[in-house]
């Protein structure tokens, strides 16, 4: 399978899991601009200096800085799997008038499972960006500037949904008979 897919969905619902599992078996590309970010944060680069007080606010990164590093990574590749990106109507814009996107899947899950695995997640990783506050925040950022992403890519007729409230296990399958 050569596709060009984004994920889609709430801090936490689990993109950056099921993107893993896809792109070790479909031998895909994950590009995730969390990971991006944080590697940069970790070596204390220029960008990492700029995205860590972002972040830290619960804010996301502006478009332009996303876009010029989404572009950067993507340029010349053949099959890959966004992860967290595009966040806002003018990301998305951007990415179309540069490459054709194949799938975007919306994985969908409550507000209620997204804070719980967010804690979770904080407890296990000791992720400064998931306290109750900042996931608080981003969640509310995501609602505003990444929800109309859904009618967005749905008017474009590549939107395929599914819940992602079982089992990672039970996620994947799901996933994998959507792409087939």
């Given at each position: 399978?050569?596709?060009?897919?984004?994920?889609?969905?709430?801090?936490?619902?689990?993109?950056?899991?099921?993107a893993?599992?896809?792109?070790?078996?479909e031998?895909?590309?994950h590009?995730?601009?969390?990971d991006i970010?944080?590697?940069?944060?970790?070596?204390?680069?220029l960008?990492g200096?700029?995205?860590?007080?972002?972040?830290?606010?619960g804010?996301?990164?502006s478009?332009d800085?996303?876009n010029?590093?989404?572009?950067n990574?993507?340029?010349?590749?053949?099959?890959?799997?966004?992860?967290?990106y595009?966040r806002?109507?003018?990301?998305?814009?951007?990415?179309?008038?540069?490459?054709?996107?194949?799938?975007?899947?919306?994985?969908?899950?409550?507000?209620?499972?997204?804070?719980?695995?967010?804690?979770?997640?904080?407890?296990?990783?000791?992720?400064?960006?998931?306290?109750?506050?900042?996931?608080?925040?981003?969640?509310?950022?995501?609602?505003?500037?990444t929800k109309?992403?859904?009618d967005?890519?749905?008017?474009?007729?590549?939107?395929?949904?599914?819940?992602?409230?079982?089992?990672?296990?039970?996620?994947?399958?799901?996933?994998?008979?959507?792409l087939k």
């Open positions: 399978m050569i596709k060009k897919i984004i994920f889609l969905g709430a801090p936490g619902v689990g993109k950056g899991t099921l893993k599992t896809l792109s070790k078996k031998n895909l590309e590009i995730s601009t969390g970010f944080r590697y940069n944060i970790k070596n204390n680069t960008l200096k700029e995205v860590k007080s972002i972040l830290a606010a804010n996301f990164v478009d800085l996303t010029k590093i989404v572009k990574t993507i340029i010349n590749k053949e099959g890959y799997i966004l992860d967290g595009p806002t109507i003018n990301q998305a814009k951007f990415l179309l008038d540069l490459v054709d996107i194949d799938d975007v899947i919306l994985l969908d899950a409550t507000d209620q499972v997204v804070i719980e695995r967010l804690t979770l997640r904080s407890e296990k990783e000791g992720r400064t960006d998931d306290t109750p506050e900042i996931i608080s925040k981003r969640l509310e950022v995501y609602n505003k500037q109309p992403l859904i967005f890519f749905k008017s474009k007729g590549i939107l395929r949904k599914i819940s992602v409230v079982g089992s990672r296990e039970d996620n994947f399958k799901k996933l994998m008979d959507i």
